[in-house]
């Protein structure tokens, strides 16, 4: 299982800060496999950091060590 | 011996190793606006001050409130109703008098970007806005600044150094967050403790400090997520993206011609809405938000799905905005303005909360 942190909304969206999901090959398969079991982050925005790095292509590293989905904060 | 009268109160970080008088020095000529004189911007001015940064300019257009009070810890129940920078530039110079102020007492808009922006050496992020902040990483990116984000939800924080390092290495906002296009709340709207914004609006003086010293950091082209409730942390490293999501200038859109500008309602102004035909009235509350409004006609569509739900507004008509303290009727506005290209759209500028206040004081005037 692949387990993901989640941060600020979408962890009470999600009911809790880090989640688990079967694993995938790419971020489009993670990102389906996770709006299945959790719908309500599919509305959401965020970005994904696969080993602390922000990933921007459709790739994945083969050693993933750390996942995790960031929405933006703005409050000040 | 006039430099060793003058920095003795600098003494305490001048012995640190790393630190010492020449990273006093650089602090010294050092020039740092802060944008947001709020729940961020007061303990991040506060340790500018303390630590010496010879040059502060202060933009926010807002006055004190009472309920800034609880985690802005400059400003006193007599200032309540004053200008949040005037009152700042009151403490800088009681509590560091050496230090060149300047006081800008208005917003950051696109028309005034530039020229506010342009003669600091770092830029700190302070505002509570998304929109603000892509204008202000937008104006940094173009006038080659340092930029400081930092921002809050709830018991987290997100604060980055970007903007810095050699040409290859520059990270912003939009490498973090490429797009809007959901809303994002306010400690207004989501609630927050002092202690929080203490912690985040320290950082991002830290991270100006570290700066402007030349110290190292780890934060260089980095978010940090800071959790307050675990004490937890993560540092991100961002990537530049190649293709970036252009912001939209209205004034640009394809239908220029019919473009009208936005508009802010004051009570008396949304009342007179009430009374006309062929608005829509638009509550952007969440659903079952308090109080329910059972008086006028209306339509919910909470500001969350306004994108999923945009096809059961007509353009056409004229619509009209409204929520609890006006912050997020403001942003659907600017979406359905700047988005979407809506003609003729409004909202009731701060809210219920002022809308009951001003019937509150009408009806006190009749009695």
Known sequence: MMRIHLFGVLAELAGAACIEIRPCRNIEGLKKEVFQHYPALANQDFSIAVNNILVTEDSMPEDILSLAFLPPFSGG | MEDQNKYHRYQRQIILPGFGMEAQKLLE?????????????????QFLVGAGVGHIGIVDGDDVAENNLHRQMIYTPEDIGRKKTDCIEDYILKQNP?????????????????????GYDVVIDCTDQIK?????????IQLNKPYIFGAIYRYEIQIALLN?????????????FPQKSNPVSSCEESGILGAV????????????????????TSLNNALLIYNTL??????????????KVV????????????????????????????????????????????????????????????????????????IV????????????????????HFPNVSHLRGGLVKLYHALQQKQNAIK
């Open chain 2, 98 to 118: 050496d230090i060149h102020i300047v006081n800008a007492p208005y917003f950051l808009k696109e028309s005034n970007a530039t020229s506010l922006i342009e």
């Open chain 2, 164 to 176: 810095v390092g050699a040409a290859h290495e520059k990270t912003e906002l939009r490498d973090i």
């Open chain 2, 29 to 45: 000529q050092s020039k740092v606006l802060v944008i947001g004189a709020g729940g961020l911007g007061c303990p991040c001015i």
């Open chain 2, 230 to 243: 675990q004490h937890t942390r993560e540092i991100i490293q961002i990537k530049k993206t190649p293709m």
């Open chain 2, 247 to 318: 912001k939209q200038d209205p004034m640009n859109a394809p239908n220029k011609s019919n473009y009208k500008p936005p508009v802010e309602l004051d009570a008396e102004g949304f009342l007179a809405k009430l009374k006309k035909d062929h608005v829509q009235l638009v509550d952007v509350r969440n659903e079952g938000e308090q109080p329910i409004i059972d008086s006028f006609q209306h339509i919910c569509i909470p500001l969350s799905e306004l994108h999923s739900r945009i096809k059961s507004l007509d353009p056409e008509k004229e």
């Open chain 2, 321 to 340: 905005l409204f929520c609890h303290a006006g912050i997020r009727s403001l942003e659907a506005m600017e979406i359905l303005s700047d988005e979407y």
């Open chain 2, 132 to 140: 603000v902040r892509y204008l202000i990483n937008d104006t940094c």
């Open chain 2, 197 to 216: 914004c203490g912690i985040a609006g320290s950082m991002q003086a830290l991270e100006a400090i570290k700066f402007l010293a030349k110290m190292p």
